[in-house]
């Protein structure tokens, strides 16, 4: 299988950490892809994802599958399925909600980014960055009380959520996010150790 990325994605590294606790990252091909607003990468858009994100998988069957979060299901039916994401029951809400959560705190970290890095610094936009920040704030505080969430063995949504805390780390390192949740600093120290965070880790 080969997996579009770009080492600092949280998203792509979401994929990578799910497929490595699934014992599938042997069988993953990194294609390095760079997308940006700011150089259409034309060649990919045509042919793999017209949104121009990543991740995108191409199966061995030669299909694509865009978006991290259905990649990561994908992965986990391919490792016999319940996994990651439950296959019924509240279980199933409780995984998908967080991981609903977690990816949309990535979204807006990367959109932070592209606002306060990538846009011309006559263009930026500081409340609208700043309604970003809360947002990611306001989640950060509903996982620290909600430790369930990231409790017990990985899951999609716990998965993601360590990939949101690994790119605040490493995009930016001076917010203090772990003075207001040390539940989740906690988490995150034993979490980051993990071989598959370990391995994926941006940089």
Same mark, same amino acid.
């Given at each position: 299988?080969?997996?579009? =990325? +770009?080492?600092?994605?949280?998203?792509?590294?979401?994929?990578? %950490?799910?497929?490595?606790?699934?014992?599938?990252?042997?069988? $993953?091909?990194?294609?390095? &892809? =760079?997308?940006?607003?700011?150089?259409?990468?034309? +060649?990919?858009?045509?042919?793999?994802?017209?949104?121009?994100?990543?991740?995108?998988? %191409? &199966?061995?069957?030669?299909?694509?599958?865009?978006?991290?979060?259905?990649?990561?299901? @994908?992965?986990? +039916?391919?490792?016999?399925?319940?996994? $990651?994401? #439950?296959?019924?029951?509240?279980?199933?809400?409780? %995984?998908? &909600?967080?991981?609903?959560?977690?990816?949309?705190?990535?979204?807006?970290? %990367?959109?932070?980014? @592209?606002?306060?890095?990538?846009? #011309?610094?006559?263009?930026?936009?500081?409340?609208? +960055?700043?309604?970003?920040?809360?947002?990611?704030?306001?989640?950060?505080?509903?996982?620290?009380? =909600?430790?369930?969430?990231?409790?017990?063995?990985?899951?999609?949504?716990?998965?993601? $959520?360590?990939?949101?805390?690994?790119?605040?780390?490493?995009?930016? /390192?001076?917010?203090?996010?772990?003075?207001?949740?040390? /539940? $989740?600093?906690?988490?995150?120290a034993d979490t980051g150790a993990r071989p598959s965070f370990a391995e994926t880790k941006p940089g």
């Amino acid at each position: 299988m080969k997996l579009y =990325h +770009a080492p600092t994605s949280p998203f792509v590294r979401k994929v990578r %950490v799910a497929a490595a606790e699934l014992g599938l990252a042997d069988r $993953l091909t990194l294609e390095p &892809t =760079h997308v940006s607003p700011l150089e259409r990468n034309r +060649a990919y858009g045509d042919t793999i994802n017209p949104l121009r994100k990543i991740p995108a998988l %191409v &199966t061995d069957d030669g299909a694509v599958i865009h978006d991290s979060g259905v990649i990561c299901d @994908y992965l986990d +039916a391919l490792a016999g399925g319940g996994r $990651l994401i #439950p296959t019924a029951g509240p279980e199933r809400w409780q %995984v998908l &909600t967080a991981h609903a959560l977690a990816d949309g705190m990535c979204g807006a970290a %990367v959109s932070i980014r @592209y606002e306060t890095v990538v846009r #011309p610094e006559a263009a930026r936009w500081a409340n609208w +960055a700043d309604d970003q920040w809360d947002r990611i704030r306001t989640g950060l505080a509903w996982f620290e009380s =909600h430790p369930e969430a990231s409790a017990g063995p990985l899951d999609l949504g716990s998965i993601t $959520l360590g990939c949101l805390l690994g790119y605040l780390d490493f995009r930016f /390192a001076d917010t203090p996010w772990r003075d207001s949740c040390p /539940a $989740l600093a906690a988490w995150f120290a034993d979490t980051g150790a993990r071989p598959s965070f370990a391995e994926t880790k941006p940089g």
